[in-house]
């Protein structure tokens, strides 16, 4: 069984390889972050890299903590996109804030990310097994995002891997379309089913 750490490092790479495949266009294609394109959210990812305690600091405060991921990505807005994969390449191993929890923030992060420039991009991709049950183990109590309230009264489990959480009213789905709606993409909900759906789509304003 693979560490956090370690199923956080092949998410980056698959990412990275996927990156260095796209086209100029590609990378300017709005992605499913509001207001954020493939490059934006690239930049997003590898944005609190080698930040250390004081540099930390002084993002949360110039972005008021709330935008500090907007300060990040305007940070590194002059990156081509060949540099922003040479840095992620250069970054497999998760460094500073995306290290936290033993490297969860980089793991579940990427992930979703990933997804969100590759739903944008009509390119899906089959994610392995024993990373996104990672994942999707990680989200549910995950404050930051929202899911605890998301998924309160709910049994979501998964048709194509090993997972389910919850009680109450199901729903059912890929693993993937689940981790992406429980992060808050409603996107995902026409892959779900079961009664918990309309919930779910009214708590995520679908």
Not at 38 to 54: C, N, P, Q, R
Not at 112 to 131: S, W, Y
Not at 163 to 190: K, Q
Request: with cysteine; charged share 25%.
């Amino acid at each position: 069984m693979s560490t956090v750490m370690e199923l956080a490092r092949a998410e980056r790479a698959d990412l990275a390889d996927f990156l260095a495949t796209l086209s100029p266009q590609q990378w300017d294609t709005p992605s499913l972050c509001a207001e954020w394109t493939v490059k934006d959210v690239v930049a997003h990812v590898i944005s609190y890299e080698d930040l250390g305690t004081k540099a930390l600091l002084r993002r949360f405060a110039k972005g008021r903590v709330i935008h500090a991921n907007q300060v990040g990505v305007d940070d590194l807005a002059d990156l081509t996109s060949d540099q922003l994969v040479s840095f992620l390449r250069g970054h497999l191993q998760p460094s500073g804030l995306t290290a936290a929890f033993g490297g969860m923030i980089a793991l579940v992060d990427g992930t979703i990310h990933h997804q969100d420039i590759r739903r944008a991009l009509g390119q899906p991709r089959r994610i392995p097994a024993e990373r996104l049950g990672k994942v999707l183990q990680l989200l549910r109590g995950n404050p930051r995002l929202g899911v605890p309230q998301r998924i309160r009264g709910l049994r979501l489990r998964a048709v194509d891997i090993d997972w389910a959480i919850g009680r109450g009213a199901e729903i059912t789905g890929p693993g993937e379309a689940l981790m992406m709606a429980m992060a808050g993409r409603g996107v995902a909900l026409g892959e779900l089913a079961g009664p918990g759906k309309a919930v779910l789509a009214a708590r995520l304003g679908d």
